[in-house]
């Protein structure tokens, strides 16, 4: 018989997503001057987005606080756990309320750089079943280059990043619980690639992007991905990977709603 796991999708089954809601704030603090706040009309299109999606955990990046990710995921229905980041651009873990969960320190090592204000990651842990999440948003500006390049200071922050990461993959895999990588990794993390198999080498993973081109705004190569981990791997049930593309597809929208749509799989979680 399934357990029955309050306020997930349906019995034994979670919803895990990740979204970039890119730069979600209604202030100017901190922004590039070609950067514009969202309008009211703006987050409330969004709001209409996080309810089609309807997961159970999302990790979300570039959102200015607790306050304004409430405006897109109702506190009547969702729990918002922010990074203690003092940035417009932090991350975030929403769950669905009925499901408990604790908090666990951010992971504060990923900020290698603060005064170019790179981001914390946010780590909980769902407490039935035990799945430990981290919510990331990596360096941008070394999507595919050698991580070793001397000349790309952006790859070499992200190369920075990268012991932390490893180190808390590998903390999870001493300690033998399931768990999960979600965020925006800024990475085109194809088989062979060196950030890829390096997060490999420490802990057997699985990607569930892999070998998937987004169609988000017109079709890209994944950055935004779903890593699983420990007893995790077998819980990702097989073509469940989603991408919510939005309908608006003029190029004004891009700006307005986010130039990342959301990625989803599903979980079947033991009995």
């Not at 405006?71 to 918002?80: L, N």
């Not at 908090?103 to 790179?118: A, E, F, I, S």
């Not at 903390?171 to 997060?199: C, K, P, T, Y």
């Amino acid at each position: 018989m399934l357990l029955m796991l309050p306020g997930f999708a349906s019995a034994a089954e979670l919803k895990v997503a990740t979204w970039n809601l890119e730069w979600l704030t209604t202030g100017t603090r901190d922004m590039p001057e070609d950067v514009h706040p969202k309008r009211p009309e703006d987050i409330d299109l969004l709001r209409r987005y996080a309810t089609e999606l309807n997961a159970d955990v999302i990790a979300i990046e570039e959102v200015d606080g607790s306050t304004i990710a409430a405006r897109v995921f109702p506190p009547e229905q969702y729990s918002v756990h922010m990074s203690h980041d003092h940035i417009v651009q932090r991350v975030g873990i929403v769950v669905r309320r009925g499901i408990a969960y604790s908090v666990n320190p951010d992971l504060t090592g990923l900020d290698v750089d603060p005064g170019h204000q790179l981001r914390s990651g946010v780590d909980i842990t769902l407490q039935q079943p035990p799945l430990r999440i981290l919510a990331l948003h990596l360096k941008t500006g070394c999507l595919d280059q050698r991580l070793t390049r001397r000349t790309n200071r952006s790859c070499a922050e992200l190369r920075e990043q990268m012991p932390p990461l490893l180190d808390w993959i590998g903390d999870r895999r001493r300690e033998g619980v399931a768990f999960a990588i979600l965020g925006d990794f800024n990475r085109h993390m194809d088989r062979r690639e060196q950030f890829w198999s390096a997060l490999r080498r420490v802990a057997p993973l699985i990607r569930a992007t892999e070998g998937y081109s987004s169609p988000c705004w017109g079709g890209e190569a994944f950055i935004d991905h779903i890593i699983l981990g420990g007893d995790a791997r077998d819980w990702l049930e097989p073509d469940t990977l989603r991408v919510l593309a939005y309908r608006e597809t003029g190029p004004e929208w891009k700006e307005r709603l986010s130039d990342h749509c959301p990625v989803s799989v599903r979980l079947r979680v033991p009995d």
